[in-house]
């Protein structure tokens, strides 16, 4: 889908959009000497590192009869090299294919052979999943911890690889600086530049075709929202997968091209090993998804200030002030103690932790987005936010919602601008779905007040109808459940016309306080009343089950709830 010109001039969009890979170009040259990247209690790369390990893939692209234009997948867990592999393919004009690592080998196989790759990276964990003969189309395959040729299928790859050292010498006899530094420029914005397969919570993965546009709109976006409070030679931490598009946008490329210092976890984030990096680290901004940061705020914030004499000192004016201030000063010393804020996004906060942090006042977010835009939709400073709100239309996009009454009755989500997609690779009637009439249909439900601020309700898949045909979402109630005593993660579903609660308890605290599981079903008893008592008629939960085992999710971690209805 392309941009009209009317389109690009109500939303600020430049009638000549800059090169995004002028940007990255500029940032190496900029920040020649600074630290880049560093797997977390490992080696750092340098900016001029970067630039040198970029210019021995662009030898081994070339001397591999790899085209600009030609796909390029990556898949592996977040590392420096990935993020080399990433902009190497990038600045070279080909198209680069992110896969999430997550993916089972089969899907892995499927999206490569879907996307027409014809170089595969692959971290060490994909590598030793991986069949390389269910991808036959691929003339090799190159393992991510130092680059070496784990398959090769034509002579051309073998001895680039095996003679890079010295091709590398022969082009650049002296010496290798900033000057020489030059990377290709897409010829229209319009061109595609990535293509991104969705995990998403419905089994059925899209590869989402992102236009140079959509990356430099984001961008833009990062540098208006940003660029006062992150600086070269900040430091930043990444934790969410480099293949989804939210990580990828905000944890990598708006930093890397804002001249800062990535840490790279390059293990399972943990919420034990996030809150260790946050204290080393110390990051200027946190990405995270809700769940991240729920774990830290319920285990170590919430039990100190949930008694009722503190309770009763926060209602008091001058004392709750004081005593307000003390507590947003230890939660902010939790994160590291120098982030100017914490946006999350990829699922709704729980409301009493959002409401916990609003009260005192700690620099948290929520933004809105969608691979498909590449993908911001909707943001706001923390300081403008309202609560429950997930922001205004983002720098260069537009929203409305698909309503009678916008400000009172759900509708959905739609948006059209800068960052949205061309399409779905190889797939046009659901790219027509979705793209309608210039808008991008984004299948959520919501409601916007007068100042334009957007307040989610949940997805129109996952909207259930009640028994005498009331609207009901499920994230609404999850939200209030999940606040509930020892309810770890939850999901409603509707069985016949009941609705019924799956619960994973706090296991890990049971075992602490060797609560019975015939214990916990009473306490689950009592949160089903506790619930049911907020709730209208027709959301009232007929009962609340046991799960085992954590719920399944997406890399992003959303529940999948296709598997659970």
Same mark, same amino acid.
């Given at each position: 889908?392309?941009?009209?010109? #009317?389109?690009?001039?109500?939303?600020?969009?430049? *009638?000549?959009?800059?090169?995004?890979?002028?940007?990255?170009?500029?940032?190496?040259?900029?920040?020649?000497?600074?630290?880049?990247?560093?797997?977390?209690?490992?080696?750092?790369?340098?900016?001029?590192?970067?630039?040198?390990?970029?210019?021995?893939?662009?030898?081994?692209?070339?001397?591999?009869?790899?085209?600009?234009?030609?796909?390029?997948?990556?898949?592996?867990?977040?590392?420096?090299?990935? %993020?080399?592999?990433?902009?190497?393919?990038?600045?070279?004009?080909?198209?680069?294919?992110?896969?999430?690592?997550?993916?089972?080998?089969?899907?892995?196989?499927?999206?490569?052979?879907?996307?027409?790759?014809?170089?595969?990276?692959?971290?060490?964990?994909?590598?030793?999943?991986?069949?390389?003969?269910?991808?036959?189309?691929?003339?090799?395959?190159?393992?991510?911890?130092?680059?070496?040729?784990?398959?090769?299928?034509?002579?051309?790859?073998?001895? *680039?690889?095996?003679?890079?050292?010295?091709?590398?010498?022969?082009?650049?006899?002296?010496?290798?600086?900033?000057?020489?530094? +030059?990377?290709?420029?897409?010829?229209?914005?319009?061109?595609?530049?990535?293509?991104?397969?969705?995990?998403? #919570?419905?089994?059925?993965?899209?590869?989402?075709?992102?236009?140079?546009?959509?990356?430099?709109?984001?961008?833009?976006? %990062?540098?208006?929202?940003?660029?006062?409070?992150?600086?070269?030679?900040?430091?930043?931490?990444?934790?969410?997968?480099? *293949?989804?598009?939210?990580?990828?946008?905000?944890?990598?490329?708006?930093?890397?091209?804002?001249?800062?210092?990535?840490?790279?976890?390059?293990?399972?984030?943990?919420? %034990?090993?996030?809150?260790?990096?946050?204290?080393?680290?110390?990051?200027?901004?946190?990405?995270?998804?809700?769940?991240?940061?729920?774990?830290?705020?319920?285990?170590?914030?919430?039990?100190?200030? +949930? +008694?009722?004499?503190?309770?009763?000192?926060?209602?008091?004016?001058?004392?709750?002030?004081?005593?307000?201030?003390?507590?947003?000063?230890?939660?902010?010393?939790?994160?590291?103690?120098?982030?100017?804020?914490?946006?999350?996004?990829?699922?709704?906060?729980?409301?009493?932790?959002?409401?916990?942090?609003?009260?005192?006042?700690?620099?948290?977010?929520?933004?809105?987005?969608?691979?498909?835009?590449?993908?911001?939709?909707?943001?706001?400073?923390?300081?403008?936010?309202?609560?429950?709100?997930?922001?205004?239309?983002?720098?260069?996009?537009?929203?409305?919602?698909?309503?009678?009454?916008?400000?009172?009755?759900?509708?959905?989500?739609?948006?059209?601008?800068?960052?949205?997609?061309?399409?779905?690779?190889? $797939?046009?009637?659901?790219?027509?779905?979705?793209?309608?009439?210039?808008?991008?249909?984004?299948?959520?439900?919501?409601?916007?007040?007068?100042?334009?601020?957007?307040?989610?309700?949940?997805?129109?898949?996952?909207?259930?109808?009640?028994?005498?045909?009331?609207?009901?979402?499920?994230?609404?109630?999850?939200?209030?459940? +999940?606040?509930?005593?020892?309810?770890?993660?939850?999901?409603?579903?509707?069985?016949?016309?009941?609705?019924?609660?799956?619960?994973?308890?706090?296991?890990?605290? %049971?075992?602490?306080? $060797?609560?019975?599981?015939?214990?916990?079903?009473?306490?689950?008893?009592? $949160?089903?009343?506790?619930?049911?008592?907020?709730?209208?008629?027709?959301?009232?939960?007929?009962?609340?089950?046991?799960?085992?085992?954590?719920?399944?999710?997406?890399?992003?971690?959303?529940?999948?709830?296709?598997?659970?209805?």
């Amino acid at each position: 889908m392309k941009l009209d010109k #009317t389109t690009m001039e109500r939303l600020g969009i430049p *009638a000549e959009i800059p090169s995004f890979n002028a940007s990255i170009e500029k940032s190496i040259i900029d920040h020649w000497d600074l630290n880049a990247l560093t797997d977390y209690q490992g080696a750092t790369l340098q900016y001029k590192d970067v630039a040198r390990k970029i210019e021995k893939m662009h030898i081994l692209f070339e001397n591999s009869d790899v085209k600009p234009g030609d796909k390029v997948a990556i898949c592996g867990r977040n590392m420096s090299h990935w %993020a080399v592999a990433f902009l190497a393919t990038m600045t070279y004009g080909a198209v680069i294919v992110p896969i999430l690592h997550e993916f089972t080998p089969e899907q892995i196989h499927n999206i490569v052979n879907h996307s027409d790759a014809k170089l595969l990276f692959v971290g060490d964990v994909v590598a030793n999943q991986i069949t390389p003969s269910e991808m036959p189309a691929l003339q090799g395959i190159i393992n991510l911890m130092d680059f070496s040729v784990m398959e090769s299928r034509t002579e051309k790859l073998t001895y *680039a690889r095996e003679h890079l050292n010295e091709l590398f010498g022969r082009k650049f006899p002296k010496y290798f600086r900033k000057e020489h530094v +030059s990377y290709f420029r897409e010829a229209d914005s319009e061109d595609l530049a990535m293509i991104n397969y969705t995990s998403g #919570t419905t089994g059925f993965s899209k590869g989402v075709m992102i236009p140079y546009r959509a990356l430099w709109g984001n961008l833009d976006f %990062a540098h208006n929202a940003l660029g006062g409070f992150v600086k070269p030679g900040y430091k930043t931490i990444s934790i969410l997968p480099m *293949a989804h598009m939210y990580g990828m946008a905000f944890e990598f490329i708006y930093e890397f091209v804002a001249g800062c210092h990535i840490h790279y976890l390059t293990r399972v984030p943990s919420p %034990a090993i996030v809150a260790k990096a946050f204290a080393d680290i110390r990051p200027c901004i946190i990405i995270a998804v809700p769940l991240i940061i729920e774990k830290i705020i319920k285990k170590k914030v919430l039990p100190k200030v +949930s +008694s009722a004499p503190v309770k009763a000192l926060l209602k008091t004016p001058v004392v709750g002030t004081k005593l307000k201030a003390r507590i947003r000063e230890q939660v902010y010393q939790a994160f590291g103690g120098r982030l100017y804020e914490i946006i999350v996004g990829g699922a709704a906060l729980n409301q009493e932790v959002e409401q916990f942090l609003s009260d005192i006042g700690f620099p948290i977010t929520v933004g809105y987005g969608a691979t498909e835009c590449a993908p911001i939709i909707s943001y706001d400073d923390w300081q403008n936010r309202a609560v429950g709100s997930c922001g205004r239309a983002a720098c260069h996009m537009e929203v409305k919602i698909d309503s009678p009454d916008p400000q009172k009755i759900p509708g959905e989500i739609l948006t059209r601008g800068c960052n949205t997609m061309l399409g779905y690779y190889k $797939n046009e009637e659901a790219t027509k779905d979705v793209l309608v009439d210039g808008w991008y249909c984004t299948g959520d439900l919501g409601v916007m007040n007068a100042e334009g601020q957007i307040f989610i309700k949940g997805r129109s898949k996952n909207m259930l109808l009640g028994a005498n045909g009331q609207n009901i979402y499920p994230e609404e109630i999850e939200d209030a459940l +999940s606040s509930l005593n020892m309810v770890s993660e939850c999901l409603v579903v509707q069985r016949g016309e009941k609705l019924v609660g799956l619960v994973y308890p706090d296991y890990e605290e %049971a075992k602490k306080n $060797n609560i019975s599981n015939e214990t916990l079903k009473e306490i689950m008893e009592q $949160n089903r009343n506790e619930l049911n008592s907020i709730q209208p008629a027709y959301q009232k939960l007929a009962a609340i089950e046991l799960m085992e085992t954590e719920f399944q999710k997406t890399p992003k971690k959303s529940i999948k709830r296709y598997l659970y209805n």
